[in-house]
């Protein structure tokens, strides 16, 4: 059972189709760390182009996915509901497997520092308990 469904979730983020890109958040920490899925869908529009025979998700997207999540932990945070986490950066960004229609992403954000209105996160997103990206990801909260 989720936490957080679709709904709740644009409660905390601006983002909406096609580019909300997580479908429930499952744990949250506020301000610390959440734990997101996003079920991978033949019928997503990225496939499309992204490679016509031969669908394989953006690593960009996965990326931006685990942002959304560590967003919602953000944002979940009291003090700053009903602002906006915007990415300042990305660092380290490693992808290591193909994330395929059919597969379910497990997106884990860890906030590991918030300074002022800026936050760095530690994501790892992994497909069947295997590790598909990982990054550091740093939010201006605004």
Do not use: W
């Not at 957080?4 to 189709?17: A, K």
């Not at 760390?33 to 394989?56: I, L």
């Not at 945070?77 to 950066?89: E, I, Q, R, S, V």
Request: proline share 6%; charged share 20%.
């Amino acid at each position: 059972m989720s936490l957080m469904n679709i709904d709740q979730i644009m409660d905390v983020i601006p983002h909406r189709y096609p580019f909300l890109l997580i479908d429930t958040i499952e744990e949250i920490t506020d301000g610390k760390r959440a734990v997101g899925k996003k079920c991978v869908s033949g019928n997503e529009q990225f496939f499309q182009g992204h490679f016509p025979g031969n669908p394989v998700m953006p690593g960009v997207l996965i990326i931006e996915a685990l942002a959304q999540v560590g967003a919602v932990a953000l944002l979940s945070c009291p003090d700053l509901k009903g602002k906006t986490a915007y990415f300042a950066g990305i660092d380290n960004a490693r992808f290591r497997k193909k994330v395929i229609p059919g597969d379910v992403l497990k997106l884990e954000t860890e906030i590991i520092k918030i300074k002022g209105p800026m936050g760095i996160g530690n994501a790892v997103a992994t497909v069947d308990g295997v590790r598909v990206a990982e990054a550091r990801l740093t939010f201006a909260i605004g």
